[in-house]
């Protein structure tokens, strides 16, 4: 069973619309991740959130961190092409190694 | 600084040789990552090491996969011998421990290594 479970899977809307994705876990964690992973790179870390019901916005993106400490969830805005990518959530465990969750492909096209 | 480094960018092999991968992490990193990624099982975590040394080994998949860091810049991947079911893209990342939290990995750009 995976740690961190992300939906949905594959997401492919046009330019302007807004989405929303979820990372979502049955454990508790002191704090989360998101990372946005463009094709031929490696990932790349938008947001770090530590406080139940934290909310943090990176321009366009919103991301929301569960009252319980167990989920998460990233909306955008009036998506871009972009935006296009892949969409990861992750955890630190012991000795500070990260635990990703399985994605969110997102395609926005025009 | 130029960020996490890995080369090759891209490798093909035949069924049975050897491949190393290589990866210079960014100076004054502690920690250094060791992931495979494909579509079915997503990013996996093969080993990491602190200061040099190898902390957790666990996700390595089998003996055929060995990873060193003999130094503070540089640290390889080999897999021998390889298989088809080792194609995938490797990375590497790192990142300064006591930050991992808040500032998370820097990640290269990943080796895709395809073996026929």
């Known amino acids: 069973t995976q740690l961190l479970e992300q939906s949905p899977q594959f997401l492919s809307i046009q330019e302007g619309e807004n989405l929303t994705v979820y990372c979502n876990s049955s454990?508790?964690?002191?704090?989360l991740q998101w990372y946005r992973q463009e094709p031929g790179e490696g990932p790349v870390l938008l947001v770090t959130v530590v406080t139940g019901g934290e909310v943090k916005k990176l321009k366009r993106l919103t991301f929301q961190f569960g009252d319980a400490r167990k989920d998460s969830s990233l909306h955008i805005t009036a998506a871009q092409p972009g935006d296009t990518g892949l969409y990861l959530c992750a955890v630190t465990g012991g000795g500070n190694k990260l635990t990703f969750g399985t994605g969110t492909q997102l395609k926005v096209e025009l | 600084d130029a960020g996490v480094i890995q080369s090759p960018r891209h490798e093909v092999t035949e069924m049975g040789q050897e491949v190393t991968l290589r990866c210079k992490p960014i100076?004054?990193?502690?920690?250094l990552f060791w992931y495979r990624q494909t579509m079915m099982r997503g990013l996996e975590l093969l080993i990491y090491f602190n200061n040099n040394v190898p902390i957790d080994d666990s996700g390595m998949p089998e003996d055929r996969f060995s990873a060193k860091m003999p130094n503070a810049s540089f640290s390889t991947l080999k897999i021998q011998p390889s298989e088809p079911r080792d194609s995938a893209v490797y990375f590497c990342?790192?990142?300064?421990?006591?930050?991992?939290?808040?500032?998370?990995?820097?990640f290269g750009s990943g080796t895709r290594l395809t073996v026929v």
């Open positions: 990342a790192s990142s300064l421990g006591r930050q991992v939290a808040n500032y998370g990995y820097t």
């Open positions: 454990s508790v964690f002191s704090s």
């Open positions: 100076s004054g990193h502690d920690y």
